[in-house]
């Protein structure tokens, strides 16, 4: 398979325990991007990375919330002390951008989502 | 920021009738548009694009209209079949740099046989 890969595809913890979520890109893929999925909503964006700089990070990201992408290559989102406001699937998604301003930006290619449940 | 709004959450169709999803944005720089189905479980993916410079896109029984002016694109669907049931997602950004697209609420599309 080589679309773009979560996981753990689910994870159930209880509140104030930290928590680790992995993604891996598809591998030609520069950019790679974080949300968050509630039920009965779309995808709402947490942050992104260009290679490993992390450019952008929504206000949804709290300070317990960090993503990391050390090589560019797979990234990790960590949620600290969850809460069960943090209950929702976090999906990954990655694009190839062309160009040194990104002029030219490809799809987003969606993972399969890990479903965290917060007890 | 971008604002997207999704019209109906929920649609019920006859097999074979046509379906038809809205959406309106709110930033008049956005002018990347994608579609994507999410069937239960799974991941969303796109079904179709449309980029600003274009009012209409059609692939097979799909299709997704554009109107710049009033901040509004839908879908089309045309035949609809069993397997079309699903969650349909609309979503408005901009390239460069694609980094800020934001999601509809989402539509329930369930076809009946």
């Known amino acids: 398979d080589t679309g773009v890969s979560q996981d753990p595809r689910h994870k159930i913890t209880k509140r104030g325990q930290n928590v680790t979520f992995r993604c891996d890109p598809i591998?030609?893929?520069?950019?790679l991007y974080w949300y968050r999925q509630t039920l009965g909503q779309g995808p709402e964006f947490l942050t992104y990375?260009?290679?490993?700089?992390?450019?952008?990070k929504s206000r949804l990201l709290s300070d317990r919330f960090s993503a990391e992408r050390p090589k560019g290559s797979f990234s990790t989102l960590e949620i600290q002390r969850t809460e069960q406001g943090d209950s929702a699937m976090y999906l990954c998604?990655?694009?190839?951008?062309?160009?040194?301003?990104?002029?030219?930006?490809?799809?987003?290619?969606f993972g399969p989502g890990t479903r965290l449940t917060v007890l | 920021g971008e604002n997207v709004e999704q019209h109906p959450s929920t649609l019920s169709v006859q097999e074979g009738d046509s379906a038809v999803i809205k959406c309106t944005y709110s930033?008049?720089?956005?002018?990347?548009f994608p579609w994507y189905k999410q069937e239960l479980g799974k991941r969303p993916q796109l079904i179709i694009d449309?980029?600003?410079?274009?009012g209409e896109k059609k692939d097979q029984r799909i299709a997704v209209t554009l109107n710049k002016t009033a901040k509004h694109f839908s879908l089309h669907i045309t035949e609809t079949q069993p397997e079309d049931s699903a969650v349909y997602f609309c979503?408005?950004?901009?390239?460069?740099?694609?980094?800020?697209?934001?999601f509809g609420a989402g539509t329930r599309l369930t076809v009946k046989p």
């Open positions: 930033d008049s720089a956005s002018n990347y």
């Open positions: 979503a408005a950004g901009r390239i460069p740099p694609n980094n800020d697209m934001r």
């Open positions: 591998s030609e893929h520069n950019r």
């Open positions: 998604a990655s694009s190839l951008v062309y160009g040194s301003t990104g002029g030219r930006a490809d799809t987003q290619y």
């Open positions: 449309i980029r600003s410079n274009v």
């Open positions: 990375f260009q290679n490993e700089a992390q450019l952008e």
